[in-house]
């Protein structure tokens, strides 16, 4: 019988939504692009310890930007808003690597991208200290990507109280 070497374990990015540890929030945030409109569409979806629905909330914005701009934006939008709600323990997940990157990185720099970047970082290290800001992949990231997408066909911004029904 032939034996093989174990490979090391390698960390794997999920791609199924996970709820967060006890005592935590979650808060899913994305962006959506429609050129035809001109529109980013922003949703940040928040849920509780056992996975269930706390709230919601869909933007859009003009005119349409940069993806890594579009993205760190719908960021930093949700983290001002659970600011603003006064979450403590909030786990924030994007499915933008170049976001989560940018946030942990030691980059410094006068973009536009490094500014809303930096303004993240800001927030995080003041109001929200017991917060995170994690990359999980697009597939475990459906809510708040059908959100953002139903965000450009809005009047404007809107507060879901109630599970949204999406199109």
């Not at 006890?22 to 035809?36: H, I, L, T, V």
């Not at 579009?70 to 983290?79: D, P, T, Y």
């Not at 970082?121 to 109001?127: A, G, I, K, N, S």
Request: net charge negative.
């Amino acid at each position: 019988m032939k034996t093989t070497a174990s490979t090391p374990h390698t960390s794997r990015q999920n791609v199924t939504w996970v709820k967060p540890s006890p005592g935590r929030y979650k808060c899913n945030a994305d962006a959506s692009f429609c050129e035809a409109t001109n529109r980013v569409g922003i949703s940040m979806c928040i849920r509780d310890e056992e996975g269930a629905f706390v709230l919601a909330r869909t933007e859009w914005f003009s005119p349409i930007v940069d993806v890594d701009i579009g993205e760190a934006i719908g960021l930093l939008k949700a983290l001002e808003w659970t600011r603003d709600l006064h979450l403590l323990n909030v786990d924030f997940e994007v499915d933008s690597k170049t976001v989560v990157d940018s946030i942990y990185g030691k980059q410094i720099g006068v973009s536009d991208f490094s500014v809303i970047t930096n303004n993240c970082v800001h927030l995080l290290c003041t109001d929200l200290i017991n917060s995170n800001v994690s990359f999980i992949m697009r597939q475990a990231n459906e809510v708040a990507h059908s959100l953002a997408k139903t965000a450009l066909l809005e009047a404007s911004f809107r507060i879901h109280s109630n599970i949204p029904i999406l199109y």
